[in-house]
């Protein structure tokens, strides 16, 4: 479980990504736990492309754009959505 408070910092690191797709669809991102915090590109990058390929959700941000600690909030909670 990872509490979520804003559409910025909590996504930074990957992982959110990661346990979210994991809970919409048990077993897509089973070791997201253990993913590399220091890996935030790569994280987001393997949650992105399963959610892609089993759950329809296109890539309208770039995981290099959704762990950007500049990243405009509005972009996304468009992706989350």
């Given at each position: 479980?990872?509490?979520?408070t ?15 797709v ?7 991102c089973?070791d997201?736990?253990?993913w590399?915090?220091?890996q935030p590109?790569q994280n ?7 959610a ?8 309208v941000i770039?995981p ?9 909030e ?8």
């Amino acid at each position: 479980q990872l509490p979520i408070t804003n559409f910025n910092r909590d996504w930074q690191d990957g992982k959110a990504l990661g346990a979210l797709v994991d809970n919409c669809a048990p077993g897509l991102c089973p070791d997201w736990e253990a993913w590399d915090p220091n890996q935030p590109v790569q994280n987001a990058r393997e949650a992105m492309q399963q959610a892609d390929d089993w759950l329809g959700v296109p890539q309208v941000i770039a995981p290099e754009e959704i762990v950007d600690p500049n990243v405009d909030e509005h972009s996304v909670m468009t992706y989350l959505s």
